[in-house]
């Protein structure tokens, strides 16, 4: 288990493609897929086309809204047929048809798995390519959708893809919100994701987190013989690859703000040590380079900061240190075994574990280290603390007989388990704070690991799919 490894540490001595995507899947203006092309604007919104089929009324936009809470018991129905294509083009990625067809499923699974929407059979009708700024809104009534996603894929002169996204209420037959998406081929899923999120976030009010990924380790072998590898997923597992060999093992890895690199802790030579991975060069480098361990990388807010532990003569403290390499700064001073440190979304402070209580207990301190107090007192152990990025919770592995994610305030209280299963831990947030994703090792004692995802109600709680076993995951901020 994670906890026991990090915390048997410190008693022992205890993308290629960032830049391109920044710009290529930004969202652009969309003209109407029929009818006298708009022109393209400043803004994430086509312009209106007057008297088009489905134009938005102000005094109507806004009806439908998704209960977030009561959501989950009740979710929205929502239709999302294939978005149809202009005309049939081979592109890299797959002929304009086909992708039409991926790309719906890609909004389906995302509105789907946020346990919020009910998406409709996928036997439902097809949409022509006309009838995407113009809904069948009583046919969409009568089959159960309360909301309409359409969209259509167009490829354009210059090897690029258009994707347009339109969401519609269908009782008040409105159009809610649209936007449009230019990306090259190879980023085409983006722009399902980035149409998931447009839907979820007008129809809930909540940030979006569809299009983000996820770095974790990537698991195989038998037990006591496991290769732990990096690897970096979309977040519902699409788009994966590996970044390391497997002949070092890789644990607790954490992504950078501005998504360009990795830290995390690696045993190189048999000896912990932190690195940082560049993701486009693949290149690492080694953080502190001394002879002393250190481990449980975290960076801070601002891309500036890496806290992380470091064991010096027999004690473990907290220390902070430069991205970009330097000397550690100390932020703690205690004989316990001091780990585990996060910062808040504001930078401004630090919760961390420690066991100077006798147990293992969660503490909270100013990110110069001033002003540390405990704010767990509840039965059992905590670990692995993770501030969310709404600032206003702190999620954590309980350990009292299982091992279960739960979520209190950075005061310590209104705390609250999430899940029941025997080994859940290492929690991490969703940009948007409403997800926590972890890992479930098996029973059996066989080492094998699963991520999973569960939201604030505790409810909806999901397998995470992965190319293999995989532990210890860390959800990355929404991408540019």
């Known amino acids: 288990m994670l906890h026991k490894m990090i915390f048997a540490l410190a008693l022992a001595g205890v993308t290629a493609g960032a830049a391109q995507a920044q710009t290529a899947a930004a969202p652009l203006p969309v003209p109407f897929p029929s009818g006298p092309q708009a022109t393209p604007q400043t803004g994430t919104s086509a312009p209106q086309a007057p008297g088009q089929p489905g134009s938005s009324n102000p005094q109507q936009q806004g009806e439908l809204v998704v209960d977030v809470v009561g959501g989950v018991s009740a979710p929205l129905g929502i239709a999302i047929p294939v978005m149809p294509t202009s005309e049939v083009v081979n592109t890299p990625a797959g002929r304009t048809d086909q992708l039409g067809q991926q790309l719906a499923q890609i909004v389906t699974t995302d509105l789907r798995n946020s346990g919020l929407f009910k998406p409709l059979d996928s036997g439902v009708k097809p949409v022509l390519f006309p009838e995407v700024t113009a809904p069948t809104f009583d046919y969409w009534g009568g089959a159960g959708a309360s909301a309409l996603v359409q969209g259509f894929i167009r490829a354009n002169g210059d090897g690029t893809l258009t994707v347009g996204c339109y969401l519609y209420d269908v009782f008040s037959r409105a159009e809610l919100a649209r936007q449009g998406f230019v990306v090259p081929p190879s980023e085409w899923r983006r722009a399902g994701h980035k149409c998931a999120d447009m839907v979820y976030s007008k129809l809930t009010g909540e940030g979006p987190y569809f299009d983000s990924r996820v770095v974790y380790v990537s698991e195989t072998g038998p037990k006591g013989k496991r290769i732990k590898r990096l690897a970096i997923m979309d977040q519902d597992g699409g788009n994966h690859r590996f970044l390391t060999n497997g002949q070092a093992i890789a ?38 380079p001394n002879t002393n361990l250190t481990f449980a990388p975290r960076v801070s807010p601002d891309g500036k900061w890496v806290l992380f532990s470091m064991a010096v003569g027999g004690n473990t403290d907290i220390y902070r240190v430069p991205l970009s390499g330097g000397t550690p700064q100390r932020l703690t001073d205690s004989p316990a075994i001091d780990t585990g440190g996060t910062y808040s979304p504001d930078g401004s402070r630090i919760v961390f574990e420690s066991d100077r209580s006798g147990t293992q207990q969660l503490y909270v301190m100013n990110a110069d280290g001033s002003q540390q107090q405990r704010i767990s007192f509840g039965s059992g152990r905590y670990a692995t603390p993770v501030w969310s990025p709404r600032g206003n919770l702190i999620a954590f592995t309980k350990i009292g007989g299982s091992f279960r994610i739960g979520i209190m305030s950075p005061a310590g209280g209104n705390e609250q388990l999430l899940t029941d299963g025997a080994q859940d831990e290492g929690p991490s947030w969703s940009p948007n704070g409403r997800v926590l994703m972890f890992f479930r090792s098996s029973g059996g004692g066989n080492g094998r690991a699963d991520l999973w995802s569960v939201d604030l109600t505790g409810v909806n709680v999901r397998r995470v799919p992965t190319v293999l076993d995989g532990s210890d995951p860390a959800w990355g901020p929404l991408r540019p």
């Open 251 to 288: 644990l607790t890895p954490r992504l950078s703000p501005d998504q360009r690199s990795i830290v995390y802790m690696s045993y190189v030579d048999d000896r912990p040590a932190i690195y940082v991975y560049d993701l486009a060069s693949g290149r690492q480098r080694l953080l502190v």
